[in-house]
Every structure is written in structure tokens, then in C-alpha cells.
């Protein structure tokens, strides 16, 4: 994907031609550091982890509880309580509970996901918006990630002035 989007950025800069290109100001920045610093995403992560080890401890609890009913099946098998029609039918409710089981590893990543994009699209639009603040005040035409760069020149990056404009926003 990051190739893409470099091969794409080059074709479109060969295309501009050099005349145009030289008009042009281009920034980069550190996404993944600036976000790392800001307090709104640190308590996003912790209200997701607090999420997720809430959501474990049902599925534990969930996986333990089927694994001692398989258990006390099983023996209950091997001490010949069970005729074969009635361990065909305990077998049949484990496994159903089993799939319950998978069903809710399922939904809990769903929900863990839901609850990720919930938590952090505000901060990534509070994000793009100071860098398009950031693009305009200081004639920035393209502002790339430093993750797609190859290269880059150090007064290029403009991660002090996006990290400047989120301060002031809080």
C-alpha cells in the first residue's frame, strides 16, 4: 500500500513537470510520534485495554466453564453413566456451547475494533485538521508521512508545527 501511494506521488510529481514542481513546498511529519504524545490517545488505550481484559475475563471464564463440563462428561463416559444415544447428546450441547464460544472471540474483536474507531476518530480528525491548518499557513502543498518517505530532508518536517497546533487546540 505504501509503495502505491510513493509510485503515485512520483508519477504525479513527472507529470506536474519541472516548472510546476518547483513551485511547490513539500512537508512531511511523524504521525505515529505526535499521537503517541497526546493524552487523548493514551486514555483511548487505556479504556480499550480495560475493555479487552473485561471482555478476556467473560471468554475465560466462558472456555472454563465448558472445559469442566467436558470433563465431568467424560467421566461420567468412562465410569459407563452415559448409555451412547445420551453421550451423542452431551457431546452435541458441548459443541454448540463451543461454537458460542468462537462466536464471542468473534464479537469481541468486533467490538473491540467498533470501540477503537469510535475512540480515535476524533483525534485523527483533530489531527488532519491542524495539518491542513499547518499546510495553508505556511504554503504547504503536499504534507506526507515520514513512514512512505524514502528520503527526507530535515526542514521539510513539520511535525513541531502540527504538534503546535494541537496544543493550542486544547
Not at 14 to 26: H, R
Not at 30 to 39: D, F, G, V, Y
Not at 109 to 121: D, F, S, Y
Not at 133 to 157: C, H, K, M, R, W
Amino acid at each position: 500500500m505504501r509503495n502505491i501511494i510513493l509510485l503515485t506521488a512520483v508519477v504525479l510529481m513527472g507529470v506536474m513537470g519541472g516548472n510546476t514542481l518547483s513551485a511547490q513546498k513539500f512537508g512531511y511529519l511523524n504521525s505515529q510520534a505526535i499521537l503517541a504524545e497526546l493524552p487523548e490517545v493514551k486514555q483511548s488505550e487505556a479504556e480499550l485495554e480495560a475493555l479487552q481484559k473485561q471482555l478476556q475475563k467473560k471468554g475465560q471464564t466462558m472456555l472454563e466453564t465448558l472445559q469442566a463440563d467436558y470433563q465431568v462428561m467424560q467421566k461420567k463416559v468412562d465410569s459407563g453413566e452415559l448409555s451412547p444415544k445420551m453421550q451423542e447428546e452431551e457431546g452435541k450441547k458441548l459443541q454448540v456451547r463451543e461454537e458460542e464460544l468462537n462466536k464471542f472471540q468473534q464479537e469481541m474483536m468486533n467490538t473491540l475494533q467498533e470501540k477503537r474507531n469510535t475512540l480515535l476518530k476524533p483525534i485523527y480528525d483533530k489531527l488532519t485538521a491542524a495539518l491542513k491548518v499547518v499546510a495553508q499557513e505556511n504554503g504547504y502543498t503536499y504534507i506526507f508521512d515520514q513512514s512512505i518517505l524514502l528520503f527526507s530532508d530535515p526542514a521539510g518536517d513539520v511535525s513541531t508545527l502540527v504538534k503546535a497546533k494541537l496544543t493550542a487546540a486544547n
